[in-house]
């Protein structure tokens, strides 16, 4: 299983960034795919996920600001991230579960500058 992320960058408060994660080793059409992040010196948090029928559910700070899309011909899943703020900063991880196992996918570095 291997979820590669890509996508991340600095960017001023205001602006804003689309995450992409290429999922493969699984069958993804089925799978849950989620986005979490991890602040400096703060645990990792989820950010937003969505179900293989396309239920989404977010992060009470980024609901009505961040939209999580997937799409399951190209084994993809998305994270819009419009009106960021410095808050929003940190890792990006795509994260799924297959056969039982937690996978994480390398990170994604999101920086947002005041």
């Known amino acids: 299983v291997q979820l590669q992320a890509s996508g991340g960058g600095l960017v001023q408060a205001g602006g804003s960034l689309r995450l992409s994660c290429k999922a493969s080793?699984?069958?993804?059409?089925?799978?849950?795919m989620a986005w979490y992040r991890q602040a400096p010196g703060k645990q990792r948090e989820l950010v937003a996920s969505?179900?293989?029928?396309?239920?989404?559910n977010y992060a009470g700070s980024v609901e009505g600001r961040f939209t999580i899309s997937r799409d399951n011909v190209k084994n993809m899943v998305y994270l819009q991230m419009p009106s960021l703020k410095p808050e929003d900063t940190g890792i990006y991880y795509c994260?799924?579960?297959?056969?039982?196992?937690?996978?994480w996918g390398q990170g994604t570095q999101v920086t947002v500058s005041s």
């Open positions: 994260q799924t579960i297959w056969g039982g196992d937690n996978y």
């Open positions: 080793g699984i069958n993804f059409r089925i799978n849950r």
């Open positions: 969505i179900t293989s029928s396309g239920g989404e």
